[in-house]
């Protein structure tokens, strides 16, 4: 139901854009969200989005972007001035009937896509 894409490898400084296109959901009435993880540690919360409202986790703040297109069902994150410890392999995830006090929680999300990676060097 999620197919994530637009991982890749930049420069420090530079910018990605990924994209999570949904299917088999009405769109504007789910929770979408961002996850990140490395090797060894647990899924770090990036950026969600309900309705017209965004959350973001603290590393990211300012820097990074969810937003969606309701007509493509597609869900995006706009990476701008990327670091190399943003480097992580990205997961979308969908969450129906979240309380929105738990969308930095990744086990509220049932539905998951396969993940992209980023790679930001140096």
């Known amino acids: 139901q999620l197919q994530a894409s637009g991982g890749g490898l930049v420069q420090a400084g530079g910018s990605l854009r990924l994209s999570c296109k949904v299917s088999g959901r009405t769109f504007n009435m789910i929770t979408i969200a961002w996850f990140r993880q490395t090797p060894g540690k647990d899924r770090e919360f990036v950026a969600a989005l309900w309705r017209t409202a965004t959350y973001y986790g603290d590393p990211v703040k300012g820097r990074f972007t969810i937003s969606r297109d309701n007509a493509q069902n597609t869900a995006y994150l706009q990476m701008n001035s990327l670091k190399p410890e943003d480097t992580a392999v990205y997961y979308c995830?969908?969450?129906?009937?979240?309380?929105?006090?738990?969308?930095?929680?990744?086990?509220?999300?049932?539905?998951w896509g396969q993940g992209t990676q980023v790679t930001v060097s140096s």
């Open positions: 995830a969908l969450g129906v009937n979240l309380i929105l006090s738990s969308v930095r929680q990744a086990g509220q999300y049932g539905y």
